[in-house]
């Protein structure tokens, strides 16, 4: 039956409209597609290259005259004859060497694997029984270590020990526990020969964890993890007998202190650094003169701990003045933090020191303290350049201090 146009149309309504918006539409969708797709290409950003530090290896010849014990972490490999070890340039490398009965470590020498006559420094220390402690700084290419060992019968009578190690002929891979879990780093040949053959590097972070209360949560040294000695070279006064350098700590050089190491006692002392302590204390007594005013003590010397000032007094027209200076050398951070603050604790020792009549140029060395948070109290002790000591403590709760000793 013929059909109408109107009937037509009702039939196929979108007939002519279908192609031309479907090729639209896939034109379109292609053309956005290519454009995500080069954006994404263009925009893409690249992946950050790691690098690693470039390490050298160490190899030790085994022995069955003794074994050896090394930092795990620094394993590279090893089979019935030798081990290697991997280690980056300019690390502080400790080894331990443990002899078998009969035996005693007798010598040890690093020379570089690609020339022998190429030869580098290390030092000997005692670690426990007849165990010895090994530490060289690795430098910057691979290096053969080799050890010797002799009968013990042939051991001269002042290297023998009451009782020798009887340490298995395998290889150990237990590391020896740092002091602290201290990590040093900056070693070199010529800090270590500024020593003369006397640093140990366990002795070293042991004092150092143990003076600066590292384990402790009142220190604010409490997570210090790496200590590495500084490239600056201490050109202050130095006394004989005494090794000056500085360190610092967590690798921020701005964070530091002045390890001073005593060859005879062998014993360290580290001290915050306060580079105004370094002018001449003359310097600081004259400074001290002139601030003087009657009647009182003023305070001088800033963040170096010195304290200086004068009082007058006088009758039947008569005046007569008299000037006390008070340096105090050494003291912690720690302590002042607790006690309140620099001018508070250094203002009390002063007046103390007023009050007791002492007159001239004093100098004080805090030698001891303890902070015992439990007590909210500090105790501390004071020797003076006169040869007199003063004994203190510090009460948090009354925010006050208490003098005896003079």
Not at 36 to 57: G, I, Q, W
């Amino acid at each position: 039956m013929p059909t109408t146009d109107e009937e037509e149309t009702d039939m196929y309504p979108n007939r002519r409209n279908n192609k031309p918006l479907l090729i639209t539409g896939i034109v379109m969708a292609a053309a956005i597609a290519g454009l995500v797709t080069l954006n994404f290409v263009v925009r893409k950003p690249k992946e950050p290259v790691e690098t690693e530090a470039k390490k050298h290896s160490v190899l030790i010849y085994k022995s069955a005259d003794g074994s050896i014990e090394y930092d795990k972490k620094l394993f590279s490999k090893e089979d019935d004859e030798k081990l290697m070890l991997s280690i980056t340039p300019q690390e502080m490398v400790a080894l331990v060497v443990h002899p078998v009965e009969g035996k005693y470590f007798d010598d040890v020498s690093i020379n570089a694997t690609n020339d022998i006559s190429t030869s580098y420094s290390y030092l000997v220390n005692d670690a426990d029984g007849s165990n010895k402690r090994i530490n060289f700084v690795m430098p910057d290419e691979d290096v053969l270590v080799n050890l010797k060992f002799s009968d013990e019968e042939k051991q001269p009578e002042e290297q023998k020990v009451p009782e020798a190690s009887t340490e298995p002929e395998t290889m150990m891979e237990t590391p020896e526990t740092s002091p602290y879990n201290l990590t040093i780093h900056g070693l070199t040949a010529y800090i270590l020969q500024s020593y003369s053959g006397q640093f140990d590097d366990q002795a070293f972070l042991q004092q150092l964890g143990d003076q600066l209360h590292i384990s402790s949560a009142m220190s604010e040294y409490q997570g210090v993890t790496d200590v590495t000695f500084s490239e600056e070279e201490y050109k202050g006064e130095k006394d004989e007998g005494q090794v000056y350098h500085y360190i610092y700590f967590n690798n921020d050089p701005r964070w530091e202190a002045l390890a001073v190491y005593y060859s005879k006692e062998k014993k360290y002392l580290f001290t915050e650094v306060e580079r105004e302590s370094e002018t001449s204390q003359s310097e600081t007594a004259s400074s001290s003169s002139d601030n003087s005013q009657a009647g009182t003590g003023t305070s001088s010397g800033g963040s170096s701990g010195n304290y200086g000032g004068g009082y007058s007094g006088g009758s039947s027209g008569t005046s007569h003045e008299v000037t006390t200076s008070f340096d105090i050398l050494q003291v912690s951070t720690n302590l002042i933090k607790f006690a309140g603050g620099e001018d508070r604790f250094y203002s009390a020792a002063f007046d103390y020191v007023l009050k007791s009549c002492k007159t001239g140029e004093l100098v004080g060395t805090l030698s001891s303290y303890e902070i015992q948070p439990e007590q909210n109290r500090a105790l501390f002790t004071i020797e003076l350049n006169t040869g007199e000591t003063i004994e203190g403590t510090y009460d948090k709760v009354a925010d006050s201090f208490k003098f005896s000793g003079l």
